[in-house]
């Protein structure tokens, strides 16, 4: 359960420790890059994060590979770059002029995750990154470097070198970037050939609890029916979970550095029954890990509490900074991770 709880929540939670009061908002043009059949959206303040050093050393340890991929190509990516040509070699080599990348200009960033058509069991991640670009002058910079466009419509999308990703401008206060595929799709989205999240209901609804919030994420049915039988463990093989696991129909979290740490996860179920049957399964997996875990696991479950009202179930958990702290250098913490 306490893997699960890493790998749904915590991992994305510490991309932006001690994010402050700020929220990270996604503008309509972002909104309509993101495809319709989307399960999850992780949506960061990431100009907060990247000033702050301990933010910067926790997501070195936690990030899953996936996201780091990502950030990595946007911390690469050189805004002014040039060649120039070896004098005892005719090859051309590349040097940074001001070694300015474009991460500079990030302020919100998000990762979708989402399925390329309603039928499709596969998955595809495209990023998202809001900011003041100053774009003329990174087109002037795939100019030298003889980069041409891929013409996705009126959409120019260009490679992004060393990275295997691309990326498209949609307006100069938006940059879509991913694999060629999955900015496709976030195209096709924006232009209208494909339904977007903005007629996605549910997610919407959502979206609207959480995105003041520095740090939100929200998911879709299939993900919060996975993210809820990877945490309640063996407890999810109950007949108890499947009665009522079809009707999970979304979920949302959100986190806040501001005094202490706070977590709150929210799982709309429709009706109160299900709301109640899932927080007595995972008030009872905690209760049975209080009693047979660690003195680490003791303390981190403490901290938790879990409820049900109105077809709503939540989570609660809140720790003040030297606790959580101490959760994070802890050998369970590291187990968890590895």
């Known amino acids: 359960?306490?893997?699960?709880?890493?790998?749904?929540?915590?991992?994305?939670?510490?991309?932006a420790a001690a994010t402050l009061a700020q929220g990270a908002q996604l503008s309509t043009d972002a909104?309509?890059?993101?495809?319709?059949?989307?399960q999850q959206l992780v949506v960061i303040d990431y100009r907060t994060m990247q000033n702050s050093s301990a933010a910067m050393d926790l997501r070195e340890r936690v990030m899953p590979p996936e996201l780091k991929k990502f950030d990595e190509a946007l911390r690469r990516f050189a805004v002014n770059e040039k060649e120039k040509t070896d004098p005892k070699s005719p090859q051309k080599i590349t040097e940074d002029s001001g070694k300015e990348?474009?991460?500079q200009y990030v302020d919100q960033l998000a990762f979708a995750l989402f399925r390329p058509n309603a039928t499709?069991?596969?998955?595809?991640?495209?990023?998202?990154?809001?900011?003041?670009?100053?774009?003329?002058?990174?087109?002037?910079?795939?100019?030298?470097?003889?980069?041409?466009?891929?013409?996705v419509r009126t959409n120019k999308v260009y490679p992004l070198a060393k990275t295997g990703m691309v990326l498209c401008f949609v307006d100069p206060s938006t940059m879509v970037f991913g694999g060629k595929?999955?900015?496709?799709?976030?195209?096709?989205?924006?232009?209208?050939?494909?339904?977007?999240?903005?007629?996605?209901?549910?997610?919407m609804d959502a979206m609207k609890t959480v995105?003041?919030?520095?740090?939100?994420?929200?998911?879709?049915?299939?993900?919060?029916?996975?993210?809820?039988?990877?945490?309640?463990?063996?407890?999810?093989?109950?007949?108890?979970?499947?009665t009522v696991r079809k009707r999970l129909n979304a979920s949302w979290y959100s986190m806040n550095f501001q005094h202490g740490v706070?977590?709150?996860?929210?799982?709309?179920?429709g009706d109160s029954f299900a709301a109640a049957t899932i927080s007595s399964l995972l008030t009872a997996a905690v209760m049975v890990r209080k009693l047979s875990g660690t003195d680490a696991e003791k303390t981190a479950l403490a901290d938790t509490s879990v409820g049900a009202s109105s077809g709503l179930m939540s989570i609660h958990f809140a720790a003040s900074d030297s606790d959580f702290s101490s959760l994070l250098h802890s050998p369970l913490f590291q187990s968890m991770l590895h």
């Open 1 to 15: 359960m306490l893997k699960a709880f890493v790998k749904f929540w915590i991992c994305p939670m510490l991309l």
């Open 31 to 38: 909104r309509t890059a993101i495809p319709h059949e989307l």
């Open 181 to 203: 595929e999955s900015v496709d799709h976030a195209l096709d989205a924006r232009d209208g050939v494909a339904t977007s999240l903005l007629t996605n209901g549910p997610m």
């Open 262 to 269: 706070k977590f709150d996860l929210t799982i709309s179920t």
């Open 120 to 151: 499709s069991e596969e998955m595809t991640t495209v990023g998202i990154a809001q900011g003041q670009f100053p774009v003329q002058d990174i087109l002037a910079n795939f100019t030298r470097q003889k980069v041409k466009p891929i013409l």
């Open 101 to 103: 990348n474009i991460d």
């Open 211 to 242: 995105d003041s919030e520095p740090l939100w994420s929200i998911m879709d049915d299939k993900g919060t029916q996975t993210m809820m039988r990877q945490i309640l463990g063996e407890a999810g093989t109950l007949t108890d979970f499947e």
